[in-house]
């Protein structure tokens, strides 16, 4: 829907999405490969935003309530006014834990590549960026929740669109 892949593009040359900022995802149709369960998930994406603002890598979700979102990575203006931290969103039975952590600047803005992640245990959430821990939560357990709904890559599936300017992933 937009996004152009560029072929020399990607943090090793060999590909990545460019997306606008604007209108621009790709939405992945639900596949039971997709619909994560049991007690332990990693999710990672390399990333390069060109600016500060929040926008959303991926997001496996149906809506923007807690109850919908089921797990996902997004790069955001948190909550403590600190651009660039890394959010990791996951449901479980237990609730749903959407959390910036890593401090101010943990994903570099400037065009530099970051390789973010995601790790949850059953009992430990732990957030990395370019393989160092920027920060754990060990408030969330439980199984993983899923739902049928696409995968989307750039947005939140409501239609919130990413507000990166020009990211690549």
């Known amino acids: 829907f937009g996004a152009t892949f560029n072929a020399t593009g990607g943090y090793d040359n060999s590909g990545a999405y460019t997306f606008d900022g604007v209108n621009d995802f790709i939405n992945v149709t639900d596949s039971p490969s997709l619909d994560i369960t049991g007690n332990q ?3 990672a994406a ?3 935003p060109i600016s500060s603002d929040q926008g959303q890598v991926f997001s496996k979700a149906s809506g923007t309530t807690n109850g919908s979102r089921k797990y996902g990575l997004y790069v955001g203006a948190a909550t403590d006014g600190a651009p660039n931290d890394l959010g990791f969103e996951l449901q479980t039975t237990l609730g749903t834990i959407d959390l910036e952590i890593g401090g101010k600047n ?3 803005p400037n065009g530099t590549w970051s390789h ?4 949850y245990n059953g009992s430990l959430m732990i957030w990395y960026v370019n393989g160092t821990v920027v920060g754990t939560n060990s408030s969330q357990s439980g199984n993983i929740v899923s739902r049928a709904v696409p995968l989307s890559i750039g947005r939140f599936q409501t239609g919130n669109v990413s507000n990166f300017a ?3 992933f």
């Not at 973010?116 to 790790?119: E, K, P, R, S, T």
């Open 166 to 168: 020009n990211p690549e």
């Open 116 to 119: 973010i992640a995601g790790v």
């Open 46 to 48: 390399w990333v390069r």
């Open 41 to 43: 998930i990693t999710i």
């Open 106 to 108: 943990a994903v570099s």
